[in-house]
């Protein structure tokens, strides 16, 4: 499953594809929401990217095959899902965050983990 399609499908824009941090952090300034993978070309760099990513105001969901990788490291980012997502599990995911960034709090898709409580505030 390819989350690019997927964020697609739904109907919203990819800024771009960041193989490292570097890269991802150029894309920062158009970026609403980033998903992130704890390893990157870059060494297991997500949880910093992850964190100068909220710093900036953008919403983090960390998307990794070893969701145990972010245990104590959430940065501040909403949750953690695990790798491979199905079209429908990205789905429903990338529709979760956006409505989180919009300040819509309802319940999470069955796969996210949250590391935010329901309750918290809009920031």
């Known amino acids: 499953m390819d989350l690019e399609d997927a964020?697609?499908?739904c109907g919203h824009e990819v800024v771009g594809i960041a193989p490292d941090m570097s890269v991802a952090l150029n894309y920062a300034a158009?970026?609403?929401i980033a998903f992130v993978d704890v390893r990157?070309?870059?060494g297991?760099?997500?949880p910093e990217l992850a964190a100068r990513l909220v710093e900036r105001g953008i919403l983090v969901v960390f998307v990794t095959g070893n969701p145990m990788l972010v245990e104590g490291r959430d940065a501040g980012a909403l949750g953690v899902i695990a790798k491979p997502l199905t079209l429908q599990a990205a789905t429903d995911v990338i529709q979760f965050a956006v409505d989180w960034k919009n300040?819509?709090?309802r319940n999470a898709p069955a796969r996210l983990r949250?590391?935010?409580p329901l309750a918290e505030p809009q920031g």
Do not use: K, M, P
């Open 7 to 9: 964020v697609q499908r």
């Open 30 to 32: 158009e970026a609403d």
């Open 40 to 42: 990157l070309a870059d």
């Open 44 to 46: 297991e760099t997500g």
């Open 103 to 105: 300040g819509v709090r």
């Open 114 to 116: 949250l590391f935010r």
